[in-house]
């Protein structure tokens, strides 16, 4: 009977709090969709009053319009370019953390090879961005590796800040209860790093975008760079804010599988 109770009330206690979330969600994202809409009804109408030639400034109904009209070819670029970025951003994701550990780890790779990351990283990709057009040709692999290189520093950095913020005693504790180096690892030194490594990727998947299309302007024959190219050279104003859009949603998109994997690593700083 008490058994029975206890069953029928947990549901009644859960139910508050997942729809306490459902409404933070939906609050989360109902703010952004309105400023836009604002922001979107005002450019609709300001464009008009001041007399802006289109092929200056086009009316949000304009790019739209170009959105749906052309959406089979912007979608198909589309996908060309979200691949570039999310290759590049793992490629970095997987070498710049463990590297991260091992230069923490190993006191001499912190002195001699922390210091010609950094000069390399003082190197503008921009500028070495046609090299590789040079070396590797008009293919995927270009603008992958100019991803690559404008997410793995930001993201080595963090990893380095959070692998060093463990306190040294909660190392040594570990070790006096027997714990191995991989169950400190697992365990300890990931966790209290998460935090810093999950800072550094948010900023790296920004430059990833930036790092594609950057790659497409400079040698490229599909993506959203190259239709930009393509629309810039017909001042095709509503298809390169078309382009735009959809460059937009990518990164919105990124940015927040990259939040809500996150959550799903760190369920101790979920907010409500």
């Known amino acids: 009977m008490v058994a029975d109770t206890q069953n029928a ?9 997942l729809a306490a979330r459902a409404r933070g969600w939906l609050a989360a994202a109902a703010w952004p969709l309105a400023s836009f809409a604002v922001l979107l009804l005002l450019w609709e109408w300001v464009v008009p009053v001041l007399e802006i030639p289109e092929y200056i400034l086009p009316v949000p109904s304009a790019f739209i319009a170009k959105l749906v009209e052309a959406h089979a070819l912007i979608f198909e670029h589309t996908l060309v370019t979200a691949k570039e970025i999310l290759l590049g951003f793992l490629m970095a994701t997987v070498i710049s953390i463990p590297l991260g550990f091992l230069i923490v780890s190993v006191r001499l790779l912190e002195k001699a090879v922390y210091p010609i990351i950094v000069f390399f990283q003082l190197v503008p990709k921009i500028a070495i961005a046609p090299l590789f057009v040079v070396w590797f040709g008009f293919g995927l692999f270009p603008k ?9 520093f930001p993201t080595l950095v963090a990893s380095m800040s959070g692998f060093r913020a463990l306190d040294e005693r ?3 504790l570990t070790k006096s209860m027997g714990a191995s180096g ?5 365990y300890v030194r990931v966790p209290a790093a998460l935090s810093y490594i999950f800072a550094g990727l948010k900023v790296s998947i920004v430059f990833a975008a930036t790092g594609a299309i ?3 302007f400079v040698g490229a024959n599909a993506g959203l760079g190259y239709l930009l190219l393509r629309g ?3 001042l095709d104003m509503p298809l390169i804010f078309a382009c735009l859009v959809a460059l937009s949603v990518i990164g919105i998109l990124f940015s927040y599988a990259v939040e809500m994997l996150e959550g799903l690593l760190m369920p101790w700083q979920r907010k409500g």
């Open 9 to 17: 009330a947990l549901p009644a206690a859960q139910g508050p709090g």
């Open 144 to 152: 992958v590796l100019l991803t690559f290189l404008l997410c793995f």
């Open 170 to 172: 909660v190392l040594y």
């Open 182 to 186: 991989w169950q400190t690892f697992r």
């Open 214 to 216: 950057v790659g497409e």
């Open 232 to 234: 810039t050279s017909f």
